[in-house]
T-cell receptor
C-alpha cells in the first residue's frame, strides 16, 4: 500500500501559482495518482488524476516525474475560493483498498 | 438535483443511543461507500458496497451496520453510540470498483454527548 506524504499546510496569495507536492516512494507499477479538494463542511471533490508525465484540466495540472515517486499538483492563479484541504491518493483499485484512505491532506490558505 | 445526498446533516445524541444515517445517489453508480472523518481530517473507509453486496468492511466495530436496500441507497446504522463515534460521516459513490472518481455527499456530523 503506497503511503503518501504531503505538507500539512501552505499559505499563498491571490493570483499566485501554488504547487503542492506529494511523496509516494513505494508507488506500484499499476498505481494512479489522484488529487481531491475539500472545502469546510463539504465532501471531497475530485480534481485530477494521472499516471505519468503531465496531466492538465480546466482546474489544475498534475506533474509526475519519470520515477513516479512524487507528484505535484499545480493550481494556476489561485483565488480566495481555492482555500481548502487538498488530498493526494495513490492506488489502482478501489476494491483492493489501495485508494480508500485519505491522509491528512494539505491545508491551503489563500490570502488577499 | 444533488448527486449524493445524506440525511441528516447534523445529529446530536446521547451515549448508548442507536441512530441511522441515510444515503442516496442518483448517478446510477454501482458502488457506494461510507467514510469517517475524524477531528484530524483523516478520511477512513468504513464500508463499500457494489450492487447491494458488501465488498469492503474495514476494521469497524460491529456496532456499525451498513444496509443497502438497492444500489442507489446505502444506510449506516450505529448501535450503542460512544463518545468516540463523534465525527463527520461521508457517503460516496463511484461508477465501478476499479479506480475512477469518487463522488461524495455533504457529510453528516454526528455528535455523541
Amino acid at each position: 500500500l503506497a503511503k503518501t506524504t504531503q505538507p500539512i499546510s501552505m499559505d499563498s496569495y491571490e493570483g499566485q501559482e501554488v504547487n503542492i507536492t506529494c511523496s509516494h516512494n513505494n508507488i506500484a507499477t499499476n498505481d494512479y495518482i489522484t488529487w481531491y479538494q475539500q472545502f469546510p463542511s463539504q465532501g471531497p471533490r475530485f480534481i485530477i488524476q494521472g499516471y505519468k508525465t503531465k496531466v492538465t484540466n480546466e482546474v489544475a495540472s498534475l506533474f509526475i516525474p519519470a520515477d513516479r515517486k512524487s507528484s505535484t499538483l499545480s493550481l494556476p492563479r489561485v483565488s480566495l475560493s481555492d482555500t481548502a484541504v487538498y488530498y493526494c491518493l495513490v492506488g489502482d483499485s478501489w476494491n483492493a483498498g489501495n485508494m480508500l484512505t485519505f491522509g491528512g491532506g494539505t491545508r491551503l490558505m489563500v490570502k488577499p | 438535483d444533488t448527486a449524493v445526498s445524506q440525511t441528516p446533516k447534523y445529529l446530536v445524541t446521547q451515549m448508548g443511543n442507536d441512530k441511522s444515517i441515510k444515503c442516496e445517489q442518483n448517478l446510477g453508480h454501482d458502488t457506494m461507500y461510507w467514510y469517517k472523518q475524524d477531528s484530524k481530517k483523516f478520511l477512513k473507509i468504513m464500508f463499500s458496497y457494489n450492487n447491494k453486496e458488501l465488498i469492503i468492511n474495514e476494521t469497524v466495530p460491529n456496532r456499525f451496520s451498513p444496509k443497502s436496500p438497492d444500489k442507489a441507497h446505502l444506510n449506516l446504522h450505529i448501535n450503542s453510540l460512544e463518545l468516540g463515534d463523534s465525527a463527520v460521516y461521508f457517503c460516496a459513490s463511484s461508477p465501478g470498483t476499479s479506480g475512477g472518481e469518487l463522488f461524495f455527499g455533504e457529510g453528516s456530523r454526528l455528535t455523541v454527548l
